[in-house]
């Protein structure tokens, strides 16, 4: 049998004012590793589930999103009366001219404000998107500043259930219905009319048009047409592949994870070497004392390696812990591409914190490997002799 | 002969100048014997001690124990041998801190195929027999000096050792304390047959052996530590 574990926990619970800035450091490492990388994954379920690929989205050549696109009115007027555009029982083409805006909001909580994403839509907007339901209230109609909100952005701000108003700049906005957008990127917006954003907002464009073509077959066409046109600047897309595209910013996070996780374990991975050098420094009587009773050197090592990855595993579930009160407090809300208040689910899953504690793990074997190695190699009596 | 040493030699170099801390030395102890180690500080106690102890390797010479030569065991072989024949004692007492006197006293035996009961009636046994029966779960810190020197000698004797080594067990006691510790060497040695090599520079310590040898500068001061 080789040493024991309690002589480590110990020995770890004795020092702990020396190990205490570690475990906290491996757990901060583990909490944003968690954090961002949960992130991602909220991320890239919303974009997923965004999207209609019998939709094409239009934005102006060279944007890669709708925050950044502008159609001027005359261009979305042409293409919006573009044949080959299916239309509704009214006899309207289905097509939307939209824009989106941020404007501030008060969260519900009371911990200040945030920005929240605002859609101009028109009329079409909701055929063109069917798994939106109104669930309270009713439709916006243009002409009166009226608005829809999503479900979670009315739970999240105030002023935001039907019958309420709130203020933007100079216009009061009137909450007449609640939507559900079926956990689509749809979820944490406020919809009002286009052509009001417009003038409440001063702008003369719009960010892209949405639109629905008769069929598959007309979907090609149609989107010959409109990048043959000389007249128009403009970039077309199925609806699922702008959504996909959005995911590769989660891709992104997921990206920044591993960068921050990997320069913060590094820091982390020093920390525990230096607290196990100062652990095999205070203890090397302890060392010669194990020696001399019989103990080998690979006892000697398996001990401290074993130290430094019980450290670490603290500091694992440190962090683990800090991530879950975060996961049951909230549902975590974050600033997307757009900085806007985007209500991505943010779920610690269980495979998730054990790719922390995995995580800390490592950090604890390659802090504990030199020091564990220079506490076994020490000569028994030169052990013996240190004070 | 227990321990047979033959032309025992250890050289310390520093830099330029070599330190001769042992010089040819013979000498034998019996199986049985209480013997005390004495002389001057740097003659040369300690290293003969650890030598014989195999904590520490000759430059030149051997030094037998129960016919194995110390000196040809490698690193491991020497930890595995440390724990069947030897016990240490030493002057600071040694114990681990975070452990209790129980387990301190059971650690040598984590090296064996006992079982976890067997264990127990060892480590029991000899923590009675050192007098600290009602102190099983205390930590080295809750107990006095003499308490922990004796708590390290139950750690040296549980696994029945071959030889105990003391390295001036009593130095850092009160003379109570070092008088019970003296004792309870003598006791083993004389009613449990065990064979003790104890240095001290107290004569009143060395009174408790059987048998005092004397080094002075890495030499046998009457040059027969063999027995006639
Ligand atoms: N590790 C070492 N390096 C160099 N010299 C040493 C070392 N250990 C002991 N010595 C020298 O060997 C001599 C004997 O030391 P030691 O056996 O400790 O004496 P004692 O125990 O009798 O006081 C001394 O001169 C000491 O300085
Ligand atoms: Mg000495």
Known sequence: MAIPLKYNLRSIRVRWRATLATILGIALVVTVFIFVRSFAHGMEATYVKTGDSRNLIVLRKGSTAESSSQISREDARRIKYMTGIARDEAGNPLASAEIIVL????????????????????????????????????????????????????????????????????????????????QTAYESEIWVDADEARSAFKRNFYGSVLLRPE??????????????????????????????????????????????????????????????????????????????????????YISFLLESIVLSLLGGIVGGLISLSFNLISTGTFGGTSFAEVAFQFRVTPQLLGTGLLFALIMGVIGGLLPARLAARKPVLDALRSV | M?????????????????????????????????????????SGKSTLLHIIAGIDRPTSGDCHVRDINVADLTETQLAEWRNHHVGFVFQTFNLIPVLTAYENVELPLLLTSLTGRERRQHVEAALELVGLGDRMRHLPRQLSGGQEQRVAIARALVTDPTLIV???????????????????????????GKTIIMVTHDPKAAAFAQRTIHLEKGQLLNGNGQHP
């Open chain 1, 215 to 300: 069929n598959d077959a007309a979907a090609a066409t149609l989107k010959k047409r409109l990048l043959d046109d000389r007249l128009l600047s403009i970039k077309v897309q199925t609806e699922t592949e702008y959504w996909d595209e959005q995911t590769q910013s989660a891709g992104f996070y997921r990206f920044l994870a591993s960068f921050l996780a990997i320069i913060m374990s590094i820091g982390a991975a020093f920390a525990a070497m230096n607290t196990m050098y100062a652990a095999v420094g205070a203890r090397t009587r302890e060392i010669g004392t194990l020696r001399a009773l019989g103990f080998h050197r690979r006892h000697i």
């Open chain 1, 103 to 182: 404007i501030l909001l008060k969260r519900m909580d009371g911990s200040g404000t945030a920005n929240v994403l605002v859609r101009g839509i028109s009329n079409t907007a909701i055929a063109l998107r069917p798994e939106i339901k109104i669930t309270e209230g009713r439709m916006l109609r243009a002409g009166l500043n009226e608005c829809i909100v999503s479900r979670r952005i009315a739970d999240r701000f105030q002023q935001c259930r039907v019958g309420d108003s709130f203020q933007s700049g100079k216009t009061t906005w009137n909450v007449v219905g609640i939507f559900d957008a079926a």
């Open chain 2, 166 to 192: 003391a390295d001036e067990p009593t130095g850092n006691l009160d003379a109570h304390s070092a008088q019970e510790v003296l004792g309870l060497l003598q006791t083993l040695n004389r009613q449990a």
């Open chain 2, 2 to 42: 227990l321990v047979q040493i033959r032309e025992l030699t250890k050289l310390y170099s520093h830099g330029e100048i070599q330190v001769t801390a042992l010089d040819r030395i013979s000498l034998d102890i019996a199986g049985g014997e209480f013997v005390a180690l004495m002389g001057p500080s740097g």
